[in-house]
């Protein structure tokens, strides 16, 4: 079985920074994509950044320029670097992957999620 784990998620005041972690368990023979999303209470899921396994990288323009993306693939790692965050970068971010896990097989996996809360 598979599992990705997210982690680094807390309360932070306006302008401060977070970095989140993603690391991806079990029986994985190579990881495609990774990507970030996130959710506010009401709101849709956005997309905030994606990094292809050769390290392409893309980014919302909500967090382009405040954000990075990067990933360990010895470690089967994406982190999300987030600095300058608004009240507005609240909500539960989730980590995805495309893992392939034997020869004929790949899937999309999920996290549980990792709250930020940014607020004074």
């Known amino acids: 079985q598979v599992q990705l784990v997210e982690s680094g998620g807390g309360l932070v005041q306006p302008g401060g920074s977070l970095r989140l972690s993603c690391a991806a368990s079990?029986?994985?023979?190579?990881?495609?994509?990774m990507g970030w999303y996130r959710q506010a209470p009401g709101k849709q899921r956005e997309l905030v950044a994606t990094?292809?396994?050769?390290?392409?990288?893309s980014y919302a323009d909500s967090v382009k320029g405040r954000s990075t993306v990067s990933r360990d693939n010895a470690k089967n790692t994406v982190y999300l670097q987030m600095n300058n965050l608004k009240p507005e970068d609240t909500a539960v971010y989730y980590c995805?992957?495309?893992?392939?896990?034997?020869?004929?097989?790949?899937?999309?996996?999920w996290g549980q999620g990792t709250q930020v809360t940014v607020s004074s």
């Open positions: 995805n992957a495309y893992i392939r896990i034997s020869a004929v097989t790949v899937k999309g996996y």
């Open positions: 990094i292809t396994r050769d390290g392409s990288t």
């Open positions: 079990g029986s994985i023979v190579s990881i495609g994509a």
